[in-house]
């Protein structure tokens, strides 16, 4: 009789482990697929305003232009902030689907590091090299843990090659220093790689979604 017992105990639980593995597989499948169908305009809103905000401003540098034109950085936040809050209400009047578990944990994992990238935006805008790598590095972050979540290979290897390219940064300001290589085209070189960050993080997990929903 024990062993009976036992025997339907271990088969329930092998049934319930089971079905926990299914339920699971199916959100992460799930999460996915809203990934791939309404974050492609999310990241591509932020990669282009932060490229384009990025280009202006190399040309204000290398043209020399009055340097007031250098708060348009701002435009980024403000921009990005805009197109966050028009694509959500978007969302939600063509009826999204509710949020499971891991939708929650990646706007969490986003909300957090959307905090601390003000904070890095108004700390560290008169220090270029902390400002390029401190907001490359986050997004970075950000991007490869949405990925890792939500097992979406391209999310994950955008943003670690994201992360690789902003030690670029704090590397390029020790050979500066120690060298004490006074030549203004390496500074404005911040700016291109921290706009070519952006294309690698941002805007081309952006088309190939974009792409892929289209075709579904």
């Not at 902390?130 to 290979?153: D, H, K, N, V």
Request: aromatic content about 14%.
């Amino acid at each position: 009789m024990n062993k009976t017992n036992n025997t339907a105990h271990s088969v329930g639980e092998s049934i319930d482990e089971r079905r926990s593995l299914e339920i699971i597989s199916q959100m992460i499948a799930d999460t996915s697929r809203k990934i791939e169908q309404n974050s492609s305009l999310y990241f591509l809103a932020w990669g282009y305003t932060t490229v384009l905000v990025s280009l202006f401003e190399y040309i204000v540098w290398v043209a020399d232009l009055n340097k007031s034109w250098l708060w348009a950085w701002w435009l980024i936040p403000v921009i990005g902030g805009i197109a966050t809050l028009l694509l959500g209400r978007r969302e939600r009047k063509v009826g999204a689907q509710p949020k499971s578990y891991l939708d929650r944990s990646v706007s969490a994992v986003w909300t957090v590091l959307g905090l601390s990238w003000w904070i890095a935006f108004v700390v560290f805008f008169d220090n270029a090299s902390a400002f390029y790598f401190l907001i490359a590095f986050m997004m970075g972050i950000g991007t490869t843990i949405s990925g890792a979540i939500c097992r979406q290979r391209l999310l994950t290897v955008c943003g670690a090659v994201s992360i690789v390219m902003s030690v670029i940064f704090p590397m390029k300001h020790w050979f500066v220093t120690n060298y004490q290589i006074a030549n203004p085209a390496l500074f404005y070189s911040d700016i291109l790689i921290f706009a070519a960050i952006f294309v690698v993080m941002m805007i081309v997990p952006g088309h190939i979604y974009l792409h892929r929903a289209k075709r579904s």
